[in-house]
T-cell receptor
Framework: DSGVTQTPKHLITATGQRVTLRCSPR?????VYWYQQSLDQGLQFLIQ???????AKGNILERFSAQQFPDLHSELNLSSLELGDSALYFC???????????FGSGTRLTVV | DQQVKQNSPSLSVQEGRISILNCDYT??????FLWYKKYPAEGPTFLIS?????DKNEDGRFTVFLNKSAKHLSLHIVPSQPGDSAVYFC??????????FGTGTRLQVFP
């Protein structure tokens, strides 16, 4: 158990639908990062939150959005889903400094 | 624009031998580099890191070498063990502190 909790572990939904992925960071970690891993691809950075505020944006589609709540958990909202959105979505957290990124076990999203 | 590249998608090594995984980067602003290991159905786990002011960092069987002039780093695993079989990702950071990952190298260690 890495201390970063992601739910659900698996999600199957239809095209056009909307889903919410949830991440609880390690206790005390202020930063949350979202990454997408498509089939046989590397991890693509989507977005970072720090203490409730958006800190950095990567290759995140306009159909996707995220937020971090006062209790520091984060949600990634994916809407108008397309088949190509099928991927593993990882959340990571860290307390500060350069190292110390800890990943959750991911949510596998399948869009049918 | 792939700023961190792992040009070998797979590597097969015999148990007990050295595994060498390579990574190249293009952005000279990167100041910290990390290696992550990933098993199927699990998140990446941190393995070892190196600051850009160093050229070598060692932790047990794992050593990372950094050649800044060539914008190249490598991960050496000696001796390789079957449990090392996984996908290895190279990652880099600069001042925005987000990790930029390579596409990964699948290492298979066979008996």
């Amino acid at each position: 158990d890495s201390g970063v909790t992601q739910t659900p572990k698996h999600l199957i939904t239809a095209t056009g639908q909307r889903v919410t992925l949830r991440c609880s960071p390690r206790s005390g970690d202020l930063s949350v990062y979202w990454y997408q891993q498509s089939l046989d691809q590397g991890l693509q950075f989507l977005i970072q939150y720090y203490n409730g505020e958006e800190r950095a944006k990567g290759n995140i589609l306009e159909r996707f959005s995220a937020q971090q709540f006062p209790d520091l958990h984060s949600e990634l909202n994916l809407s108008s889903l397309e088949l190509g959105d099928s991927a593993l979505y990882f959340c990571a957290s860290r307390p500060g400094g350069k190292a110390g990124y800890t990943f959750g076990s991911g949510t596998r999203l399948t869009v049918v | 624009d792939q700023q961190v590249k792992q040009n070998s998608p797979s590597l097969s090594v015999q148990e007990g031998r050295i595994s060498i995984l390579n990574c190249d980067y293009t952005n000279s602003m990167f100041d910290y580099f990390l290696w992550y290991k990933k098993y199927p159905a699990e998140g990446p786990t941190f393995l070892i890191s190196i600051s850009s002011i160093k050229d070598k960092n060692e932790d047990g069987r794992f050593t990372v070498f950094l050649n800044k002039s060539a914008k190249h780093l490598s991960l050496h695993i000696v001796p390789s063990q079957p449990g090392d079989s996984a996908v290895y990702f190279c990652a880099a950071i600069y001042n925005t502190d987000k990790l930029i990952f390579g596409t990964g190298t699948r290492l298979q260690v066979f008996p």
